[in-house]
C-alpha cells in the first residue's frame, strides 16, 4: 500500500528557474514530513522537514509547503542550480519519530545549465 | 566525523543462502532503522533498533532479523534469501527518536 506517493518520476529545468517537486499522501494520521536528496552511489540526504501544525519552511533556497486539507505538500528550489540534479524522497510519517517512516517513489530532478 | 558506514558494499548470494549487513552509526547516535530500497521505488523501513532495542518492525518476513550491540552498530540478517531480496539495503541513524535520519550510502545485495 503506497501511502506517499510522488506521481513525476523525472522534472527537468533550467538553471536559475525554479523547480518544483510534488507529493501526495493518504494516510492522514501522518503529522511530520521531510525531503530527502540523493545522489547516486550515496544513501539519502536530509533536506528540510516540516510539522503539521505548520505550512510552510524554509531554509535557505528550499522551501516546503504543506497542504493538509489536500494532503498534498511541496519542495521549492529557487534558483535552481546543476548541483540540485538528484532524485528527490518525500518521507512522511505519524509523529517526529523516525519509527516507520514511509517514502515515496521520488522524483528525478535534472537541472540543466 | 564519520558517517554511517555499512559493509559490504555489494554482495551476490545464491537463492537459498544467509546474509549479514553491517552497519555503524554515527558517533553518538543511538538510535539505527534498516530500510530495503528496490530499484524504482522508495526506501522501505524494516526495523528500528534504540538503545539495543527494538522499537519498531515493518512489514517483512521473519527471514529478516536484526540486532544492536553494546556500542549501537547493528546487523541484519536475511535467511533463505528470495530472488525478491534483491534490493539496496540502506542503514540510518539519529541521536534520539526525534531527529532525522541519516542515511549510510547501503549495501547493494543480489540474489541469484
Known amino acids: 500500500d503506497q501511502q506517499v506517493k510522488q506521481n513525476s518520476p523525472s522534472l527537468s529545468v533550467q538553471e536559475g528557474r525554479i523547480s518544483i517537486l510534488n507529493c501526495d499522501y493518504t494516510?492522514?494520521?501522518?503529522?511530520?514530513f521531510l525531503w530527502y536528496k540523493k545522489y547516486p552511489a550515496e544513501g539519502p540526504t536530509f533536506l528540510i522537514s516540516?510539522?503539521?501544525?505548520?505550512d510552510k519552511n524554509e531554509d535557505g533556497r528550499f522551501t516546503v509547503f504543506l497542504n493538509k486539507s489536500a494532503k498534498h505538500l511541496s519542495l521549492h528550489i529557487v534558483p535552481s542550480q546543476p548541483g540540485d540534479s538528484a532524485v528527490y524522497f518525500c518521507?512522511?510519517?505519524?509523529?517526529?519519530?523516525?519509527?516507520?517512516?514511509?517514502f515515496g517513489a521520488g522524483t528525478r530532478l535534472t537541472v540543466k545549465p | 566525523d564519520a558517517g554511517v558506514t555499512q559493509s559490504p558494499t555489494h554482495l551476490i548470494k545464491t537463492r537459498g543462502q544467509q546474509v549479514t549487513l553491517r552497519c555503524s552509526p554515527i558517533?553518538?547516535?543511538?538510535?539505527v532503522s534498516w530500510y530495503q530500497q528496490v530499484l524504482g521505488q522508495g526506501p522501505q523501513f524494516i526495523f528500528q533498533?534504540?538503545?539495543?532495542?527494538?522499537?519498531g518492525r515493518g512489514n517483512f518476513p521473519d527471514r529478516f532479523s536484526a540486532r544492536q550491540f553494546p556500542n549501537y552498530s547493528s546487523e541484519l540478517n536475511v535467511n533463505a534469501l528470495l530472488l525478491g531480496d534483491s534490493a539496496l539495503y540502506l542503514c540510518?541513524?539519529?541521536?534520539?527518536?526525534?531527529?532525522?535520519?541519516?542515511f549510510g550510502n547501503g549495501t547493494r545485495l543480489t540474489v541469484t
Open positions: 540510518a541513524s539519529s541521536s534520539n527518536n526525534n531527529s532525522p535520519l541519516h
Open positions: 494516510n492522514s494520521m501522518f503529522d511530520y
Open positions: 516540516i510539522s503539521s501544525i505548520k
Open positions: 518521507a512522511a510519517s505519524v509523529g517526529a519519530n523516525n519509527n516507520d517512516m514511509r
Open positions: 558517533s553518538g547516535h543511538k538510535s
Open positions: 533498533y534504540y538503545e539495543k532495542e527494538e522499537r
